[in-house]
């Protein structure tokens, strides 16, 4: 019973190691500044554009009744009947939020990035390392994302 959890447990670590990081970069600003100021926007984000949670609804759908008959002429009608509509909660705020949060980093002179995942290959021949001040960035970059939520970004060669 031991092996699938520690299979899917594997397998998600597995998963995220190929997982671009997803930040937000100024070059020269120290990992720790940029958690910070990112915190901050947030919350600053929360108060402008508060959690607005709406319960909808899906329409309900109707199923037409059938009639089907038989080599023998014996006819049978199953009647029609709703399907009832499935309820679900959004977040209306969500999206703008996502902006507030934006526009205060960019504010802040930061801009979002994507950085690829490092190949297996730059991953087993670089230097252990955490990175604690953004590098300039090069088409060549990519990150190496650690367990603990830290990671490195290489300069790929």
Known sequence: MRI???FS???AAALTACVPLSTYY???AAVSLV????LNCEVKALKDAPVANQTRVTPPRYVPARRSCSSSGACH???GYYIPGQTYTIDANQGLR?????QCMADKGYAPVDIPACPDRIVKAAPPAITSTLP???PKSCVIKYKNGTYQIVNKS
């Open 77 to 79: 009608v199953t009647p």
């Open 98 to 102: 996502k902006r507030v949060e934006a």
């Open 136 to 138: 300039a960035l090069t």
């Open 9 to 11: 447990v594997l397998s």
């Open 35 to 38: 958690q910070r100021d990112t």
């Open 4 to 6: 699938p959890v520690i």
């Open 26 to 28: 100024r070059e020269g």
